[in-house]
């Protein structure tokens, strides 16, 4: 499974010394940059594409067998990509948030999603919130504000974001609205991917994130809006367009989710947030789409596809 991480990649990185290119990349007669085909799939694409369809295998079994176990995953990738950013929190800033109290609060806040809806979801993430302040206490009044704010951030980024995932799940037509979720972010993330090595040229965010490009975003918007319609009609029985709207919208989610995590990481300092994964870095770096795009499908498939 891609990642919107790499998905509209494929803009060219020039060096700031004239007439000369990217390492590794050889030059042009004229100084410009020509990236080889290494450079522009910008990462280890066997290991990554053996990862993906190794997530993708696991999530469709838990989907399809029992739908309930797939709850049992979204509760450990919480647990793993909590982990990994107070990690990168720590090591790029050295902020400690109160990472005791958000591994057990974050299991709290993705299970009570599946007996007691919304309302547990938010009651748990309050209980969180006031265990954060009263774990963080002990240390003192130095950074207090600081830890805090990142405690915060790291429990509604991740658990809070994940419970509405277990929201989809647990609702009668579960796997449809989970399937159509998670493949009109993967298509936007291999369609991206796909436009951006092929025609990537314009940079959508150079600060940000160098590699995204307009027509990495273009192929984006198609393959989502076209899985996106399809997902809708034959899954959930809903009418196309709607479906096309709803890629549309996943898309436009799932790229600033990951625009947000790099952000993140610049301000760290830090290249991926973990390492769990070969050729994709750390989970957490897997997820940076699909976390937003949680609570934007589940918004919107509930206001076309009632329950």
């Known amino acids: 499974m891609t990642s919107s991480h790499d998905a509209a990649a494929a803009v060219p990185v ?10 590794g990349v050889p030059a042009t007669p004229d100084g410009a940059a020509q ?18 369809v190794a ?27 909590t982990w ?8 790029g800033a050295d902020i400690r948030v109160t990472l005791p109290v958000l591994l057990v609060g974050g299991q709290a806040i993705v299970w009570s999603a599946w007996p007691f809806g919304l309302r547990g ?27 805090m704010s990142a405690s915060l951030f790291v429990a509604a980024y991740v658990p809070l974001l994940v419970a509405f995932a277990v929201l989809m799940t647990v609702a009668p037509d579960g796997v449809g609205r989970v399937l159509t979720f998670m493949l009109c972010v993967v298509a936007s993330d291999v369609g991206g991917y796909a436009a951006g090595v092929v025609a990537g040229r314009h940079p959508m965010a150079p600060t940000i994130s160098p ?30 367009y709607f479906g096309a709207l709803t890629g549309a919208l996943l898309v436009c989610t799932a790229t600033l989710g990951d625009l947000v ?18 050729g994709h870095g750390g989970l957490m770096d897997r997820m940076d789409s699909l976390l937003p795009a949680a609570f934007v499908a589940w918004a919107v498939l509930g206001l076309i596809v009632p329950v």
């Open 14 to 23: 020039t060096s700031d010394l004239p007439g000369a290119g990217p390492p």
């Open 35 to 52: 990236p080889s085909k290494r450079a522009r799939l910008g990462r280890n694409l066997v290991a990554a594409i053996g990862v993906g």
């Open 55 to 81: 997530m993708g295998a696991v999530i469709l079994a838990s989907l399809l067998i029992v739908a309930q176990v797939f709850v049992g995953v979204l509760a450990v990738c919480a647990a793993i990509a």
């Open 84 to 91: 990994e950013l107070s990690g990168a929190l720590r090591r």
């Open 121 to 147: 979801m938010v009651v748990a993430f309050a209980a969180t919130v006031l265990g954060c302040l009263l774990w963080r206490m002990r240390a003192g009044a130095a950074h207090f504000l600081r830890d």
């Open 211 to 240: 590699k995204k490009s307009w027509e990495g975003f273009a192929g984006s918007q198609i393959a989502g809006m076209v899985a996106g319609g399809l997902c809708v009609t034959l899954l959930l029985g809903g009418p196309w």
């Open 261 to 278: 995590e790099s952000l993140v990481k610049r301000d760290l300092g830090v290249k991926d947030m973990g390492t769990i994964l070969p």
